[in-house]
Structures are given as C-alpha cells and as structure tokens.
C-alpha cells in the first residue's frame, strides 16, 4: 500500500504574515515608501528599510506605491490599511485632514481598480499650535483577482488637507517606521510613521 503523503499547514502557510483558515485566505503585510525619489515609490515587505523621503505634504499628495510580483497569485478578501498622517493649527485655527485610497491591479499597459476607492474619517486639530498625530484606517472588500507574474499591485493614496494661516499637514511613508517619529512632524506620539498594507491572497492548501 502506497503511503499518502500530506502536505502540512506550516509549510501552506510559511511566506505569510498571518492567515485567516476560515477565509481561506494568508495576509501579508506591504509597506509603503519612497526608494529614491519622486519617481520610485513602492510597497516592500522589508520593516528595516528607510525611505528617501520620511514623510510628505499630505494636501495634494496623489501617489502610486508598486510592488511586481514574481509569481502568479490570486488576492481576495478583506484587505487593510493603515496610514498615518499629522497636522499642525496654531493657536487660533484648525486644521483637517484625510485621504483617498484605492488598490489596483496593473499589468503594465491598464489599470483595473479592484478595491475603494475608499475615504477615510476626518482628523482636525483643534488649534493646539503643536503637530498632533492621527493613524487613518480603512477597510477595502477585494473580489478574486488574479495576478500573472510581472503584474503589479498597486496602492494610489490622495491627501487633502483644509486650514488657514499656519496650518499644514504630513503623511508619513516610512517602511522602517521609525522615521520622522522623533521630529516635529507629530508621528512620536503614533509610535509610527509607516503606511502598512494587510493584503489577503488565497491560499494554496
């Protein structure tokens, strides 16, 4: 009699971050940032990486964050997003902001929108006169999607933020996440200043 082989979980499941066995689905985590330049921005599984740029305007931000895959992958599923921003008001006005988000299946001639677009709550400060940060969170439903190698994912975020005299507003991009949080900007009392992506694929059990 010929033995029947298993294949076992741990080894289905290795190269994800976590996995959710009654979706049937292994999430991993991407995480958004700039390689070296306006024109290199990406998504990466790699937390020690710095980003050329830690942080950015927020108002007007429009940018794609790619990331190719090597091999063919379903996604499907609930997919996550984190992204933080910061404001500044000073002592006498307010500041708002939020952004826009969608996820994109791109094969390097069309675009196909396959989550959002999704807006995220409002943030103000309330006329502190001091950066004040706020973690953004949003939820996208993705219907099954296929991807061949060379295909890529993609996460467009668009930032809008509404003030006057001395206000202004930050998104932060830094995969290392520790970036920025030190500074001015408002991220120390996040804890981060890293965009983290939660990307559901099917798995091949």
Known sequence: MLAKKYQ????AIASYDY???AEGTGISAFYGGNASGSTAW??????????????T???GFDQNFDVPFNMPKSIKGELLLQVPISLYADPTYSSTGYIVAKVIHYDGTTETIIGGPVTSPSKTNG????????????KMTIA??????????RLNIVGTQSGTGTDQGVIGHSPIGTQSTSSGEGFAGLGTSRISMFVPFELDL
């Open 57 to 59: 305007v927020l108002n």
């Open 19 to 21: 996995t959710d066995i």
């Open 8 to 11: 076992t979980q741990s080894s």
């Open 127 to 138: 006329g502190s006169g001091a950066w004040g940060g706020a973690m953004l969170v949003l």
């Open 42 to 55: 990406i998504l990466t599984g790699n937390t020690s990486l710095y980003s050329a740029t830690g942080f």
């Open 144 to 153: 099954r999607k296929h991807f061949k190698k060379g295909d890529i994912l």
